[in-house]
């Protein structure tokens, strides 16, 4: 019997029935009506979904933990107007076996809309574009050095961005409205870039990142803003000749990009590019939750559920 | 004998001397090391230069006050490393009289550095661009009604664009800076350039302009967030077909535009458009105040004196 | 076998025993000691109680859902120290055939202690006291035109009078206090008359009220204190030569009664009127939520559990 | 030559001259156009003036000092459109001489517009109205025991009702508010009555007050809302069988009536009675200040300053 | 056969089994999948735990109720890498028959580590060694008036030091760093002492402890500080010719030491004592909490979870 | 004749009369009413004075300059009960002749009261108590490599310890007391005697200080907190060895000293040691704010004027 491969979970619907990889993300088995029953929550590269196992519960019970990739065959199904799985067979991924079937981790872990590669010439050309010599060789120097980190980290824990390659995303489309705002005010194009490009480098040291994310203990007792300002001075020190005006002028747009002491930064913006730096990634960041916010809302009101980081609903549109 | 003419503020020198025409905004009469003195602050359409009287005192002293337009002789004089106007003649404009020689009341008051014109065109053609027929019309009819106030009003008593015309070049860069956004993000552009246009439209009754900027009976009961969302509804209802849900989003781009209630908006931005002209306004007023601190600053050092509004000092430059 | 009617929730005890008609706020199935059992929440004009259906489970499950009148068979019973029913029979109403037994939608819903015959014949009594006659016309105008929603709304959604007519007897009391407080304060009574009576008229607009209360896309997006200015001033276009001073009294007394722009308003009080009514709106408020508070809590101790709205615990008295 | 009298100061105008008994809060000696001149600020009853010695200076500059009640002979002038006082003859008072012309010190100091006696007769009948009567003992304790005190005492240094019997005005109107307000919230009017009298009783040891108003080392280490409720305990304490929870009722209401921790009361209100009279106490202390305000400006629009404490300007009417 | 103990709680492990008195703090039957278990959690005076009852559900469910002490015959268990007990026998404690074996409430109870005995006579000298003989004395009255409350009172309810004699080990420590920067800071070191004796004095009445902690009404209504102030206050009018002022220097520091408003003191430090005193104190309590915090923990990481209180997680060590 | 030396400026009274040298730090020709006079203050070690030309003004007018150290004749005055110095003769120092008759620039500076060997000494002998190799050798290297400056750095620029050596003064200041704390509660305090020498050197690179203090551009822009972790980092790299979660620990400490993210730390506290360090930090600060301020005050009363930055009066004492 020819197996049918499940759509990604975006793509899912009723009708939908097959096989597939994912990760599991939650586990929990409780009581129900007629027994106890598995409820789960599966993770692909395009979404989330929760799944039940209602048959079979003693059997796979011991088949999986939260935590792992699993192979599961399930089928569609609405509950209170929500989609579902209900999983009718369910273990954990034997990756040497299951990889001749398709089996990729990346494609089981929640990611970037964007392809990698795609966003990796996008980087290798902006950096090209820039016509300071000392600050392109800065930021060469910084992404060579961590190109396998910056291929796959998220851009956050949970706030926003928070998924494969979040962070290579985030940084290109803040390079984007930057360059814009750079010819709208006449400010140093080649600085923001800079600054769009380095300003969150330092969670490279703050969030460990596998299957899940995770803070350091540097990232903590030290935080990205300090851990990614040490990082810039490195690398710069390294580069030949590398002004040190030019450099305190990097230093202060990574030190400054939250904006304002209360949310972290030591000093606050004093320069128009340190303004505008911050501003974008502060709006990025916002218009990011808030997509984020509506594409997960499952009510049928036209607005979303309260929203506590924006402490306020959102409306979902006409 | 043949009168030379002043060049406009920004260009004099210590060397400058000559005639011009000015606005007195202040004038006060101060006891100096050889009896009292006249000191006086002149504006044009470039800047603000203070000047002063030292001889002849008494017979100028009743020939101008505080608040008209006067003609000025002088000549450049650096003072504690300062440029400063020694007055030789002082007067209030006849403008009859003067007119023949040159007045112009425009040229005399505090301006955008863009020309009127040249704005006005590039607002008519941001309206023509404008792809939803009814965002369209309800743009012309709000901008042909007020075309008189839009041509020269400030965009501000004090804060930021507190100048002739400073409303126009407002709007205007705003309109350009969210037009990239919404490329970049995907969001509704015709939306986005109606918040740009008419945010602040509330202005026109919020403020009394002439001379000098202040607030109206309406302006302070009310305030121009209110009054520009009523604007809007009213304009709107003129509109044939005008639909209601449309209406919604544009007012709530006007009243969500402060941001966040703090600052007096009555509600938050709920949608993607709400949070870029929030963020658009915000980063304009911010970027014009911080030049315009940059510029006005006199002191020796490189950072510019503490700035009350932004709670810091600003870095002038390398 | 003639049928015992149950008294209202709040003189139910545990003796009660008998039939009713409730709405139905909430139902869970729920696991228990012998078997599943169903917990809802019934409420009717006089308050709301918790109930659960023990015997008959299978049979009753599907008979009703939350948000529906029912008819309910029940008793009284003691649980740790709560009164609670025990329902023996449960259904949803049939409308044509239960109101011949006595059914009647707004029996079922929460409401104001007081009747509403009785506060719409106050609210007609104050709007004939007022002295100036373009302040009347436009009360009378305003209240003719929403008697229907005026007779039923609540003040709100969940803080304060958030039940049956709440609206009404919110007004009504503010009306009250602000004219004892024109007399103390020598201010103009009819002005605030007009601002208690049109303060929140905004929230007709703001909220959906049917069984339950919710928020329209107007309420979210534009708020209700910006639709009740605009209602107001509408209102007045239609009355002869109302002064426009007068008017933009009354939309500032709607505009600033939050007191404080953090609270929504989008301007502060800058009059003695508004000054008086902001605090007397808030004081009502406040009065009804510790009311409420005192009479829902069900502890043993002198005080309430903590408010997380007033963030304080309240003292029940001696 | 028989001498005329000047008017009271509310009542002095452009064509006032004679002769006058003031205090005098405030004296600069200034250089001017033709030599020195003396700049004074005067106080009377009824409120305060400028006025200044230009014939003279030498002569009359060592014969008055600050904070001493002095006989002034002068004339009214228009100056910048405000009224000032010129000063032919100026000298510090000589008490046993002038009392003979009807110099009276009480007439000297800034003072409640109502009579003093019109308010402890009011006083004396509101404590009778008390019913409870271990209430009432307390309230005529307190009230006899400082009698001398409460005939003369402000309400506050500067913020409001800042003069002489201003205590009095103060609770006196609280105690017409609250009892308002007790009505029409079914709370208890006795227990309010005793807030509204007592709540401030802790200012007579907090202030100093002669001629001036200070500060004592009590009024600043303990604060009057500690000294009040101390001094309440005491009272009490004579009151044979005072019952402990009432005594713990009225402490309730003297530490939380500044309404919130914030504002230095050490705990927030948590009865009906305790929110009514410290909404009671705010609304009187800022009425009293927006009256002032608007009395006390001189500007020629229909707005007041910038009030730093209100933070707002304010309308001053039609 | 004979019974073996249980150890303290500290310093159970897996390995443990025996007989043990402890308090229930809590109680909870749950549905499990073998059918329901009973889930309680234990404390005596060195810690909690959590335990289950499996085996023998009925027969134990009415045994025994939160809030009682039992007797458990029990053994270790380690779940999910955590301790917890697996209870075979629960009943509550039969005081007079079970002191025979060893039972005693204050081993029951969660207790400071500190001796109380060893405190007391910490304290006796502490208050010997005050310089000054009306400090001492008061000290001396305060002291002995209260020593049974205070060989057994908590620090307070839930925050900090909230464990028997929790109120002593407190003090005692402030005491002792406030006696070392006396000497660091040449401050008035029986002042200090004072401040640290007496400043939470209030608690003995804001505090209502038994075998829990709760709040009296007086403590609530009026609250500790000012209880506390009022006491002082009280003892020292009993010390023959205690200096006025000395006693309003004692009053400002039990009154300012939350350290501001905001916390609910009713002044703020005004003198060096009394910063140094609120600096301590908040100092020992944050201590108190971050040690608890981290003891408690029993997380895999470095980190704790979220501290909701001091709103960080803390660094649990190397 | 021979010439009597004035005293230091803190023991200058009513009778001191002769020659000494100062720092001028300010300057002002005002009119007075016999002609001009100047204002200047001037400046030595142990603190300033006010002081006045009243005769010879035109000839002594040119000879100093605010900033410069000047050679004076004077004799002490009271005016308005504070004493200052009239100036009989004043001119700029001209060192090498003036070197000669005593003048030392470092006598003329406002500086600690303590010696800076005795400070000096006190470091070594602190550094060399450090158990714990790697904390001493890097106490070393950064004490060794800026002696220079730490012998003479001021804390701040205008806030606490705003003199010649007040650096010094502060980290021995807290050293110490976190010693006392760290025996107190058991914290490490090899770390935390880390922490109070190294918790603001990056001051060094922050402000500018000769004659008078000011903030470089590395100051402004990247802040005295991440110089200084940044300094601790580069030093640590010299020592052979160090441990990483050594130096994360010390980071941990400089950054956090501030004690929250609103203060300008980019990470709280997270340990014992972060706690301590940054109490004993803000305390010290504190008190030396509070002492300064009793003793510059020089009001009459009990209490000093409004301090700004503590936002309180203080009270001077008994």
Known sequence: MSVITLPP??????????????LCTQKDVRPGRNGEFIAVTLQDASGRIAAKVFDGVDRMRGEFEAGEFVKVRARGNLYNDRLQLIIENIRRVHPEQDRKEGFREEDCVLSSARPVDEMWQELSELIASVGDGYIRQLLERVICANEKQLRVWPAAQTLHHAYRAGFLEHVLQIARVVSWLAEGYGANRDLLVAGALLHDIGKLQELDYGVATSYSREGRLIGHITLGAQLVREAASAVDGFPPPLLTEIEHLVLSHHGCLEFGSPVAPMTVEAFVLSFADDLDAK????RQAIRDDNGDGEFTAYHNRLERVLWKGR
Do not use: T
């Open 9 to 22: 979970i975006r793509q899912l619907d009723a009708e939908s029935a097959g096989v597939g990889f994912f």
């Open 287 to 290: 218009i990011n939750m808030v």
